[in-house]
């Protein structure tokens, strides 16, 4: 069945499911299952402790305790179903048990404490009790909500607390005798001490008068020294301030005008520098351009001009006129080079110094890229520099001169039993053969005069 304990109460629920004790408010109870309903409400508990004190002096302690669950420890709880919960909080059982504590607690701190510790520390006495007493209900789930001990009483046939009462009245009604006597005695005394101490202290007070009026009127001479002093020492400390103010103000000032013409000196070396370096690398650009202009218009023209000067000097070889046409273009040429060259020396001549470094340095570069696109072979290098200026044309232009006025006898050699050029038996390509066979006695006279091999891809001669 389904159960619900009341407010006040709690469900402790043992049986089948449940290792040890189940608490609740509402739950499910089944048959193999037992359910205890316990009432956690505190109850007073009043007793009558007799006690003896240190000296063997019996007496009573009345109390009143309201003891009951500890309600916020789930543990105590625990504990107080299983050792309490079974028997009425009212039974004899119960009381015992929590008297036997009180009264064991108490006689045992009674016994460590005299009479007179007891009553005039009951405070004291009283918070021992508690604290003791608590220490051992805790082992049964139990807290002390409140406690009342009574005022200590005499066990009959022993008077110690009335006789105590009675001296303390004796000594309270002598005391108050001796008040009494003492209090007209001090008035008496009084009355003469005030009138001789109004006569001292009208004589006293007139003559602090006077000296307190001399000290006013030395403090405020002195008071008015200092101000002065104090005036003239500011005044002379403001005068300092200013004149330091004006010195550092002036080495400012002085800092700025240096700080600002070094930064204009600056910024005009700067940009003078930064012109010269302009300028540098604009006649850098105009010399490599120069060059890579010049560069390709002789590799060109030489390439085209090696394949003319080999036709014209063959030419030459049958018509004079046209070596007389190809000298007289060479030699305008060679004006037109001089005056672009005179033309640029007189453009250049504050810039000729590094223009002839940026040329080198060029030319350098060129000569490595060279070399390294011939893989380090010197023989093609050097073969390719003459292509390239022309030194061939040259030589062949120096021969054309040399035997140009000499009449030469013209050979034509022929193999294979030909007729002869422009014979019956003759072609155009017969003629090309000629002209490639005459090719071996022309590189043999330049490699007498010279000492140069021909190109690779022309032939090699035969040593």
Known sequence: MFKVARASQYLAITGGGIEDIKLSKKSWVFPWQRCTVFDVSPVNYTFKVQAMSAEKLPFVLP?????????????????????????????????????????????????????????????????????????????????????NVKQLVDVPGHEYFSYLGQKTQMEAANQARIDVAEAKMKGEIGAKERTGLTLQNAAKIDAESKIISMQRQGEGTKAEIKVKTEV???????????????????????????????AEVEATKAVALRE??????????????????????????????????????NWELYNKQKQAEAVLYEKQKQAEAQKAEADA????????????????????????????????????LRDFLMINNGTYQEIAKTNALAVRDLQPKISVWN?????????????????????????????????????MQPPAWIGTLSK
């Open 276 to 313: 010269a370096e302009l300028q540098t690398q604009v006649e850098k650009m105009n010399a490599l351009t120069r060059t890579e202009k010049l560069k390709a218009e002789f590799l060109s023209k030489a390439s085209v001009e090696y394949e003319t000067k080999v036709q014209e000097a």
């Open 63 to 147: 109390a009143v305790f309201t003891i009951g669950p500890r309600v916020d420890d789930t543990e105590a709880l625990i504990l107080y179903a299983r050792l309490i919960s079974p028997h009425d909080k009212q039974s004899n059982h119960v009381n015992e048990l929590v008297e036997g504590v009180i009264e064991g607690e108490t006689r045992v701190l009674a016994a460590s404490m005299t009479m007179e510790e007891i009553f005039k520390g009951t405070k004291e006495f009283k918070k021992e009790v508690f604290d003791k007493v608590q220490l051992e209900l805790d082992q049964f789930g139990l807290v002390i909500y409140n406690a």
């Open 232 to 262: 003239k020492v500011f005044e002379n400390q403001k005068e300092a301030d200013v004149a330091k103010a004006n010195s550092e103000l002036a080495m400012k000032k002085a800092a700025w005008t240096k700080d600002a013409k070094v």
């Open 415 to 451: 193999h294979g039993g030909e007729q002869g050029i422009g014979g019956a038996g003759g072609s155009g390509m017969k003629d090309i053969a000629g002209l490639y066979k005459m090719l071996p006695p022309v590189l043999d006279t330049v490699y007498e005069q010279t000492g």
């Open 345 to 380: 020396t007189f453009y250049s001549k504050q810039k000729e110094a590094e223009g002839l470094v940026a040329l080198a340095s060029a030319q350098g570069t060129y000569l490595r890229t060279l070399l390294d696109a011939v893989q380090n072979d010197y023989s093609c």
